[in-house]
């Protein structure tokens, strides 16, 4: 494993790109934080991404604005859907950098994601 590159490091958002079953690219730009020399993401269990990294951990990860575009290199990553008990500390992590996700009224088919990049 190695640490979260410093060009993702204090980011606001990284683009991950996910691999549909005929190994085409789809990027969504997410925010994300970092903890343990890990990022977390929050998504829905119903979403694309989540579909994909369930039948593909390979991910890419990349800086990027709010719109996607990107402003720096991908990095090859592994993704994996956290199980419920280990929750507490990616919500903690996300609940710090955005305030807004602290707020009550997100959805119940929220999960979350663990990416290590370089793995």
Do not use: H
Not at 31 to 57: C, H, Q
Not at 105 to 116: G, P, Q, T
């Amino acid at each position: 494993m190695m640490p979260v590159p410093a060009e993702i490091s204090g980011q606001k958002y990284i683009s991950l790109t996910t691999f549909r079953k005929t190994g085409a690219p789809v990027r969504t730009p997410l925010w994300f934080a970092e903890s343990n020399g890990k990022l977390y993401v929050m998504t829905r269990n119903d979403s694309g991404k989540y579909r994909r990294i369930r039948n593909n951990p390979r991910v890419l990860v990349a800086p990027c604005t709010m719109r996607g575009s990107l402003t720096g290199p991908d990095f090859e990553a592994t993704a994996r859907v956290l199980p419920r008990e280990q929750w507490a500390a990616a919500k903690r992590s996300i609940g710090r950098k955005y305030w807004i996700a602290r707020l009550p009224f997100w959805s119940s088919r929220n999960e979350y994601l663990e990416i290590e990049v370089g793995s």
